[in-house]
């Protein structure tokens, strides 16, 4: 099931930018003409918003990215309540996650539009039962991977285990972006030439740190004003 214009967002850990660059490819497909919308295959961790819905902060900012109102599309089909790893907060909510059903709703949402961006959940090889992770999700949409880099102490080595697992599955890297979380860390620079010279996919953007205005609080998404500062710094894949 190969679709040409989609493309799936992982990351070197969670909390690493996933949702910020995932939002951010959107607004630029969007920019560009394309009919494009964000997709979450599991989602953990709700709030109440301001009228009382049970809400996700990352289907929120994938929402206000694809410029659709609430409820308008469903655009995950696994919404779990506590923010710890889905497949263990799935088994105490009594529910079984399978990629069946992730790309059931998956093909749903593709009748409607042309591009998707799928933004993971956690890094590459988190589990979603005890047979099936996302890497295997990833494969079944068989689509270009794009890894966003949480630049921290760490990140090279997470960076490049993370293209490893995604190139034994035959999956290809569209490519990678930088993403300053938080404080830029020492010798970062240096820690990015380094991740030029051993990932062999193109760098598509560093994202400073936000502006402090644009600061995502938390328990909400991401503003628009956010996602076109991040979207500012990073290209499209070829
Ligand atoms: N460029 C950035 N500048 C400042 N804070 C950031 C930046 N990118 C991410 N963050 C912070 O890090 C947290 C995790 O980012 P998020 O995009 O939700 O990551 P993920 O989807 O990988 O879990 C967010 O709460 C956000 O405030
Ligand atoms: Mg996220």
Not at 181 to 186: T, V
Not at 230 to 238: C, F, S, T, W
């Given at each position: ?11 070197t ?22 009919n494009?919308?964000?997709?979450k295959?599991?989602?953990?961790g709700?709030?109440?918003d ?16 694809s410029?659709l109102?609430?409820?308008k ?14 497949h ?30 799928v ?25 270009p ?26 999956l ?6 930088a ?13 990015l ?5 051993r990932?062999?996919?193109p ?5 400073p740190?936000?502006?402090q ?13 956010a996602?076109?500062f ?9």
């Open positions: 099931m190969s679709k040409a214009g989609n493309f799936f967002v992982t990351g850990d969670t909390e690493v930018g996933k949702t910020l660059v995932s939002g951010a490819l959107i607004m630029k497909l969007r920019d560009a003409g394309q494009a919308v964000g997709f295959p599991v989602a953990a709700t709030y109440r301001a009228s009382g819905l049970k809400v996700n902060e990352d289907i929120e900012t994938l929402r206000i990215a410029n109102a609430p409820n599309f469903s655009l995950c089909p696994y919404v779990l309540d506590e923010p710890a790893a889905p263990l907060v799935a088994k105490n909510e009594g529910l079984h996650l399978d990629c069946r059903t992730i790309l059931q709703s998956q093909a749903e949402l593709q009748s409607q539009f042309h591009t998707m961006v933004e993971g959940a956690g890094g590459f090889l988190v589990p979603l039962n005890e047979t099936e992770d996302l890497g295997d999700l990833a494969q079944a949409l068989d689509c991977v794009i890894v966003v880099v949480g630049m921290r102490l760490g990140c090279i080595n997470h960076a490049l285990l993370t293209c490893e697992a995604i190139q034994s599955r035959q290809s890297i569209a490519g990678w972006v993403n300053t979380c938080h404080e830029r860390m020492p010798l970062f620079e240096e820690n030439q380094t991740l030029k010279e990932i062999f996919a760098c598509l953007g560093v994202i740190s936000l502006p205005e644009f600061a995502k609080s938390q328990n909400s998404p991401y503003s628009l004003e996602l076109r991040a979207a500012k710094h990073i290209n499209l894949p070829e």
